[in-house]
């Protein structure tokens, strides 16, 4: 276990659906990013918050909605999704913005 | 563009043998390089390197940076069949005060046969 959670493991939707993935870190960082790995390609970041604050909106589309209430606590808001929106979501976590970033198990999406 | 390229791959070889996986990159305001396993899902953190020439090692494990050349290498002696996994090597580059952003190589998937 990294100290990173992330629910739910797996999520099947439609793409008129909305649903919320959820990540919660317990290691006392202060920075929280949410990355998109699609098969054969590099992760891609997609959010940054640090201490709460979006720092970085990497042009992901309007339909993927990022919330931080805390600095413990990330959600990935969707709505309105396409199949080429299936992937594996991955959130990670680092005591500040840089250094080594510790990631969760991810959610693995199917959009249909 | 921000570029990192990992070769091989994948990579095949049995257990007990010694694997050299590679990054090589281009990018501008270079932190710090970083290694990561990812055998089903969460990538696991291996090594961060920031100089050039000085080896990490973590049991069977080592990586070594070259700035100069823009590569590092990942080294796994008497290789066993739970390192079987894809290795992800990730750059680390400033993009403003206090910012800092990771670009990931696709990954190298190794597979070690009993």
Not at chain 1, 16 to 22: D, V
Not at chain 2, 78 to 85: I, K, L, P, R, Y
Not at chain 2, 93 to 112: A, D, M, P, S, Y
Request: some cysteine; charged content about 20%; overall charge positive.
């Amino acid at each position: 276990e990294t100290g990173v959670t992330q629910t739910p493991r797996h999520l099947v939707m439609g793409m008129t659906n909305k649903k919320s993935l959820k990540c919660e870190q317990h290691l006392g960082h202060n920075a929280m990013y949410w990355y998109k790995q699609s098969a054969k390609k590099p992760l891609e970041l997609m959010f940054v918050y640090n201490f709460k604050e979006q720092t970085e909106n990497n042009s992901v589309p309007s339909r993927f909605s990022p919330e931080c209430p805390n600095s413990s606590h990330l959600f990935l808001h969707l709505h309105t999704l396409q199949p080429e929106d299936s992937a594996l979501y991955l959130c990670a976590s680092s005591q500040d913005r840089g250094g080594a970033q510790y990631f969760g198990p991810g959610t693995r999406l199917l959009v249909l | 563009e921000d570029k990192v390229v990992q070769s091989p791959l994948s990579l095949v070889v049995h257990e007990g043998d010694t694997v050299t996986l590679n990054c090589s990159y281009e990018v501008t305001n270079f932190r710090s390089l970083l290694w990561y396993k990812q055998e089903k899902k969460a990538p696991t953190f291996l090594f961060m390197l920031t100089s050039s020439g000085i080896e990490k090692k973590s049991g069977r494990l080592s990586s070594i940076l070259d700035k100069k050349e823009l590569f590092s290498i990942l080294n796994i002696t008497a290789t066993q069949t739970g390192d079987s996994a894809v290795y992800l090597c990730a750059v680390e580059v400033r993009v403003g005060f206090g910012n800092e952003k990771l670009t990931f190589g696709t990954g190298t998937r190794l597979t070690i046969i009993p």
